[in-house]
């Protein structure tokens, strides 16, 4: 009987832990609903209970990962940012590098403290070369300033470039790959129907500009409004790229469950970009918190076409049926056509005037080398 009740809960164990979608459900698991064999119930033996209790307990342990969320079955470890960050800044051994004023505490990496005018960020040191993933990140916002006088908020990064100080949330602007910002102050007219914070996700070429002044409204792919600031609940967001399918998912609300917030198709990024995280404060201040950054690779069965589209090899980002702005690149004062007509002729003149000064002296040189044999 014993050994019927052990099987029993072998065979029920994939059922609860849901591992085919680790984002369809959010809830903690509860005990209650686990299927607990009658035998703990009816046994005698109260060492024997205490043991079949003990592990159930332990195959809760397995299902739940350290945040309630998911199996760590797919976590990809050289790519995520977790407790108790060991070596993170400082060791040759760790994935991460720290810029800036960020900075390790046991329970965080700081990006920026409530101060003014500081900028600090966190990057992976290795390409990612994985096609169809999953990053949760766990952060926390906080301050002492009121709505709307606090700023300027934090971003999440899969770029080309990486360690670059700049104008977006810490980090350069025109940068090649996806952006994903958590917008605390809004810079724009202030009686706008949009409410801050507001989480808003970009894709850039290289050549796009993020307009500050704008919060970034020309080149988003979309957004939502998410209420993270000062929170007693932690903010969790989700970021799924899967067959070229942007979706961006949020738990914010301490309910333990996602809720939509963007689903962009046609979304194609090259493969070795670099993860990252940067946050920036100006007159206005916050802190700024990562907790962690959990990257999780997806199983995802392709027929043959699609995985030789798959195969197909991305150079640049880019999003079907956008038509997003390109930035004017202004030419230099002076140097149209004609400014560059004249310092082409100016260049070969001066070519042409060292060869004569070369010949010049050369000749000299072989008049003297003959007088020395007289």
Same mark, same amino acid.
């Given at each position: ?174 940068? #090649?790959?996806?952006? !994903?910002?958590?917008?605390?102050? &809004?810079?724009? +007219?202030?009686?706008? /129907?949009?409410?801050?914070?507001? %989480? ?114 991305? #150079?640049?980002?880019? !999003?079907?049926?956008?038509?997003? &702005?390109?930035? +004017?690149?202004?030419? /230099?004062?002076?140097?149209?056509? %004609? ?36």
């Amino acid at each position: 009987m014993l050994i019927r009740s052990f099987a029993h809960v072998f065979e029920n164990t994939p059922k609860i832990c849901g591992r085919s979608n680790m984002a369809a459900s959010m809830n903690k698991f509860q005990l209650s609903s686990f299927p607990v064999p009658s035998i703990v119930f009816s046994m005698r033996n109260d060492a024997m209970k205490l043991f079949l209790l003990t592990f159930l307990l332990f195959l809760t342990s397995r299902c739940q990962g350290d945040d309630g969320y998911e199996s760590d079955d797919f976590l990809k470890r050289e790519y995520s940012l977790t407790k108790p960050y060991q070596g993170v800044g400082s060791s040759s051994s760790s994935h991460w590098d720290l810029m800036g004023t960020a900075m390790v505490t046991p329970d965080h990496v700081r990006l920026t403290p409530d101060l003014q005018s500081r900028i600090g960020a966190v990057w992976g040191r290795l390409p990612f070369f994985l096609r169809d993933w999953e990053l949760h990140v766990h952060f926390k916002i906080s301050g002492q300033g009121k709505k709307n006088l606090n700023g300027d908020g934090m971003a999440l990064w899969l770029t080309k470039e990486r360690m670059q100080h700049g104008p977006v949330f810490g980090n350069m602007n025109h940068f #090649t790959g996806l952006g !994903v910002f958590i917008d605390t102050y &809004p810079n724009e +007219d202030k009686s706008h /129907e949009r409410v801050y914070p507001y %989480i808003s996700v970009m894709v850039g070429n290289g050549t796009l500009s993020y307009d500050h002044d704008r919060d970034g409204r020309p080149t988003e792919l979309g957004g939502c409004t998410a209420l993270v600031r000062n929170v007693n609940h932690d903010t969790i967001i989700l970021l799924r790229y899967m067959r070229n399918r942007l979706t961006l998912m949020m738990d914010i609300d301490g309910k333990r469950e996602w809720r939509e917030c963007l689903d962009v198709p046609g979304v194609h990024m090259p493969v070795g970009y670099y993860f990252g995280a940067s946050s920036a404060t100006g007159d206005l201040s916050d802190n700024h918190d990562l907790i962690s950054m959990k990257l999780y690779q997806l199983t995802v069965e392709r027929s043959a076409q699609e995985e030789e589209e798959a195969q197909q090899e991305v #150079t640049i980002p880019s !999003v079907d049926h956008m038509d997003l &702005p390109k930035v +004017d690149v202004e030419e /230099e004062e002076g140097m149209g056509p %004609i400014g560059r007509f004249f310092a082409f002729l100016i260049s070969v003149l001066g070519l042409c005037v060292l060869a004569v000064v070369g010949v010049v002296l050369h000749g000299r040189w072989k008049d003297r080398s003959r007088k020395r044999f007289y």
